[in-house]
């Protein structure tokens, strides 16, 4: 893997004062397992002989570079026809050399560009690049899409508590479109070409619909895994309660004295439901009445309307048969010794 992502992107407008003006070539950095936006701060594991030396050359210069995300994840060392043609304009804030291999890397997006030309493919990737400038018009119609992104990232927060506080202030505090739609998108759990697509989305107001949408759609899936949770959940203290009243019971009934008696009934209870041989549907109606009838006190009317049922069922004929005899003789000689010459039966 080219770059490793460490942890999520926070926007931070202080640290891009002051940064150079963006040239016309850029060192290209390509990055597997994520996107960069404009005006995100991203921490990166730099791994690659090619990416070090890049990332050095920069910092003693301009502190530049062009990052571009690489199409297959899988791509052990990208050659520049898998790199995607949009990327994003950096700029390298910090360097910390590990003492094994590789450095982290704390990188800002400064601008959106396109990738016009690569120049240079040793000792790294470098390419003549033009800069996105975005137009941002707000109407009515931005206005009251970013209300709705506001509220709906709201109620992603509520029902994602792995997304830091702070990301949800900022998106509240974002009056600029572009850069809501920006800092929204690089926080969905979307995959990468989700993500480049809104990178390549110039138009601010198709972006934020796109990322509207894609909101919309996150937060319906958070809040059925957590409908689903709650009803385990709820699902689960109904089994413990019960277990604990039927253990209550039980011991209710042992002071009582009814509790070995009764334990003892219902266990040749249904040591004979098993042997009655009943299909499946009279089977489970027989034990969950047994069931009922063991949560009973031996002394309520009901336990013996209960019990009758059940003994009802345990002395039906469910796996006997008698053999037919279909002699109309035999028959006939039958009817006549019980209702001989009776002109009305």
């Known amino acids: 893997m ?13 640290s891009k004062e002051g940064s150079p003006p963006i040239p016309d070539q850029l060192p290209i950095l390509p990055i597997k397992g994520s996107v960069i936006f404009p005006d995100m701060v991203m921490p990166l594991l730099v791994e690659k002989e090619k990416s070090l030396k890049l990332i050095d050359e920069v910092l003693v210069k301009d502190k530049l570079i062009g990052v571009v995300a690489v199409k297959d994840q899988e791509t052990k060392d990208p050659d520049t026809g898998q790199l995607f043609t949009y990327g994003t304009a950096a700029i390298v804030l910090k360097m910390i050399k590990l003492p094994e291999q590789g450095s982290n890397v704390l990188i800002q997006g400064l601008k959106r560009i396109k990738i016009l030309n690569y120049v240079q493919k040793e000792p790294y990737f470098k390419a003549e690049i033009e800069i996105i400038e975005e137009k941002e018009e707000i109407d009515m119609e931005v206005e009251a899409l970013m209300n ?4 709906l990232f709201r109620k992603m927060m509520e029902l994602a508590p792995r997304l830091p506080q702070e990301l949800g202030i900022m998106v509240m505090n974002i009056d ?9 998108g690089s926080a969905l759990n979307i995959n990468i070409e989700d993500k480049q697509k809104l990178l390549e989305t110039l138009d601010v107001k198709v972006r934020l619909k796109a990322v509207h949408d894609m909101l919309n759609r ?26 604990f009243l039927r253990e209550q019971l039980k011991a209710i009934q042992k002071e ?15 040591e004979k ?3 009655a041989g009943m299909p499946e549907e009279a089977n489970n109606e027989a034990e969950k009445e047994l069931e009922r009838l063991a949560r009973m006190s031996p ?12 003994d009802w069922l345990i002395e039906l004929p469910w796996s006997k048969a008698t053999e037919d005899n279909l002699d109309i003789s035999v028959a006939q000689k039958v009817l006549d010794e019980d209702h001989y010459d009776l002109k009305k039966v």
Do not use: F
């Open 218 to 243: 996150e937060v319906q899936v958070l809040e059925l895994g957590s409908k689903l949770q709650s009803d385990v959940k709820s699902e689960m203290e109904e089994q413990q309660r019960k277990y």
């Open 2 to 14: 080219e770059l490793d992502i460490k942890k999520g992107a926070l926007p931070d407008e202080a």
């Open 256 to 270: 009582l004295g009814e509790g070995d008696d009764q334990e003892a009934e219902i266990e040749e209870l249904r």
């Open 299 to 310: 002394a309520s009317a009901e336990y013996t309307v209960s019990r009758t049922y059940l």
């Open 148 to 151: 709705n992104l506001r509220e």
């Open 176 to 184: 600029r479109p572009g850069n809501l739609a920006d800092l929204v």
């Open 273 to 275: 439901i098993k042997a």
